[in-house]
């Protein structure tokens, strides 16, 4: 079965078009806060307020984009977004060399970004369960993963020379050239899946179809402390993100191109960790490594906020590889055990209303980042990143079952 999903040739235009989507959105992550900070001298807390913009769609939009991508295919949903983000991200270069950009026109950038981004995540995680079936969701999910990682790695390290080079504003452009270029090589995906929303002439209630996945998601034990967890995580790793370029280049005194340095390392630590997805899933069952995984791979990000030039520093950069490592194991244990436990007429809800609960605090996250970052600085606010991260692991080790390699490992066929 190794290989069974790349001789397929719709999963190979998907895996294509999520190398050149992922790479676009890695080179967004290092050039967006680098156009704050170094072109338009943001302070911590404006770097927060933008971290803040990049997620809030999550909020704005998440419950209903679950709704309405369960009215229509996905696939069309991923191509428009796509297309979409790419127009929004090209708005960058050309008003910095028009000579209007502004950190307003930051923000706007990013929210506009943030939230057709919630749309295509949820497309693109509820349409592989169609693409790939469920008997090959962890394959297909631990396949997806390893090249999102290599655009971890490759992204970062293309976008740092790009930065010292052309500057942050003008390497948004390839940024916005992956995108395009995903969402066109996406319209060569032959398979389409029936869409599963209302019946004819039956008249579509939002409102009581995002409560149908809210109730779904919150009764089931298993997606409750999954999405708990996942919750925290991602509220205490954006904490920790904000202050992360801030420390490295103004305490540490790093470029950009030893930011992408550090922010690559981050990545062949994930390419690892998606190489080893499938077998810790298999050898441990998915349940004892969604919890294990932050446990094992969360506290030696403490060591950054340590860190001085020179050897520490280093030491510290292989912390956060080993975050990335366990963090895209704990993903695609978790993800194809939410795809495997829930009915195809509810992907889109379940996948909406989890991004909603366990991404609503991401923006929350920023602010008290960028808050944390002007009161204690950045150092402290690393180590208090660092230590929620652990902390998430607790619902998921609280709500075990006697046997979770039984109830995790094995979930059912929908």
């Not at 026109?105 to 509820?126: I, N, R």
Request: proline letters at 6%; a positive charge; charged letters at 15%.
């Amino acid at each position: 079965m190794s290989h069974h999903l790349l001789r397929e040739p719709d999963f190979g235009r998907l895996f294509a078009a999520t190398a050149l989507g992922q790479l676009g959105d890695r080179i967004l992550f290092l050039a967006l806060p680098l156009v704050a900070i170094a072109a338009l001298h943001a302070d911590e807390f404006q770097v927060g307020v933008l971290t803040a913009m990049t997620t809030a769609g999550s909020l704005l939009v998440g419950l209903p984009a679950g709704a309405w991508v369960d009215r229509m295919r996905k696939r069309s949903v991923m191509i428009s977004t796509d297309l979409a983000r790419a127009l929004v991200l090209l708005t960058v270069p050309v008003a910095w060399w028009a000579g209007v950009l502004t950190l307003g026109w930051l923000y706007a950038v990013a929210l506009l970004h943030g939230v057709l981004t919630v749309f295509f995540d949820v497309a693109y995680t509820s349409f592989l369960p169609h693409l790939v079936g469920r008997d090959h969701l962890v394959e297909g999910n631990a396949k997806l993963s390893a090249i999102r990682s290599v655009t971890s790695i490759s992204g970062p390290a293309l976008a740092g020379p790009l930065v010292g080079g052309v500057g942050a504003p003008a390497t948004l452009l390839a940024s916005s050239v992956g995108m395009a270029l995903s969402g066109l090589l996406a319209t060569g995906i032959r398979r389409q899946e029936e869409r599963l929303g209302p019946e004819a002439g039956e008249h579509p209630r939002l409102a009581r179809e995002i409560k149908e996945g809210l109730a779904f998601v919150i009764a089931h034990p298993i997606l409750r402390a999954i999405i708990l967890g996942d919750a925290m995580f991602n509220l205490s790793l954006v904490m920790y993100q904000t202050m992360l370029l801030v420390y490295l280049e103004r305490a540490i005194g790093l470029k950009s191109f030893g930011i992408g340095l550090i922010l690559s390392g981050m990545g062949c630590g994930a390419l690892l960790g998606a190489l080893l997805a499938a077998k810790a899933s298999e050898w441990l069952g998915q349940g004892p490594v969604i919890w294990l995984a932050p446990l094992l791979t969360c506290p030696p990000t403490a060591l950054m906020p340590l860190a001085q030039p020179g050897c520490s520093l280093y030491i510290a950069a292989v912390g956060l590889a080993a975050l990335s490592l366990g963090g895209v194991i704990r993903v695609v244990a978790q993800s194809s055990l939410q795809q495997a436990l829930t009915p195809d007429r509810l992907l889109g809800r379940m996948n909406a209303t989890a991004r909603f609960v366990s991404w609503g605090g991401i923006p929350l996250g920023a602010l008290l980042g960028g808050t944390s970052g002007s009161l204690f600085g950045p150092t402290a606010t690393l180590g208090i990143g660092a230590a929620g991260m652990t902390l998430s692991a607790l619902p998921n080790v609280l709500s075990r079952p006697r046997s979770p390699r039984a109830r995790f490992a094995r979930p059912r066929r929908g």
